[in-house]
């Protein structure tokens, strides 16, 4: 917690200011903008799921490459077809 108290004969600008300097400086803003977002890690099972799905559309995708017949409706049909596995 940042705590400023004014002194004698202090304007309120150069109060803001000290203040803001504190809190610039302590590192408040920071950790709160850090904890703001947080992503709760994947499990192990998740992690592992996500690669191997990962790794059969990367399949799919240089097959369809290789016969020439790749294209971004190709990519939707392929995800699509491996998620309803």
């Known amino acids: 917690m940042v705590e400023v108290k004014k002194k004698d004969r202090e304007s309120s600008d150069s109060l803001i200011k000290r203040f803001s300097r504190r809190v610039q ?3 408040v803003l920071l950790s709160a903008r850090k904890g703001r977002f947080y992503a709760k890690p994947k499990s192990r099972r998740q ?3 996500s690669a191997m799905y990962r790794s059969k559309v990367k399949k799919e995708v240089d097959k369809l490459k290789k016969i020439g017949k790749f294209d971004e409706e190709a990519l ?10």
């Open 25 to 27: 400086q302590s590192g």
């Open 47 to 49: 992690v592992r799921e």
């Open 76 to 85: 939707k049909r392929v995800k699509k077809k491996i998620s309803d596995k």
